[in-house]
């Protein structure tokens, strides 16, 4: 199974900025798409940004111009650095993974994975 962990959440003042990092580990063949998700207290989850096999990224339009997503130095690898930091980014922040994996012992398979957040919380 593909296991993804995230890391870099933390307090921080309005104003301020963060990185969060995801590694994803497993058989990995390829993975098509990585996003990071958030859900605030009392909100539904929503997408923040993504970014494809092919390096393409997409952003909600509540960070457009604030965040930025890219692939990692290391191989299967994300990071989401966040600048000029508002309140309502407070939320935990999730890392999702699809594409398809390969075991030793079993043929290709799609996988859909996701980490166990990490806790972002923006004081004013």
């Known amino acids: 199974q593909v296991q993804l962990v995230e890391s870099g959440g933390g307090l921080v003042q309005a104003g301020g900025s963060l990185r969060l990092s995801c590694a994803a580990s497993g058989h990995i063949f390829r993975i098509n798409t990585m996003r990071w998700y958030r859900q605030a207290p009392g909100k539904q989850r929503e997408l923040v940004a993504h970014?494809?096999?092919?390096?393409?990224?997409n952003y909600a339009d509540s960070v457009k111009g604030r965040f930025t997503i890219s692939r990692g130095n290391a191989e299967n690898t994300v990071s989401l650095r966040m600048n000029s930091l508002k309140p309502e980014d407070t939320a935990v922040y999730y890392c999702?993974?699809?594409?398809?994996?390969?075991?030793?012992?079993?043929?290709?398979?799609?996988?859909?994975?996701w980490g166990q957040g990490t806790q972002v919380t923006v004081s004013s």
């Open positions: 999702n993974a699809d594409g398809v994996e390969v075991t030793p012992t079993d043929p290709p398979t799609g996988f859909d994975s």
């Open positions: 970014i494809t096999h092919g390096g393409s990224t």
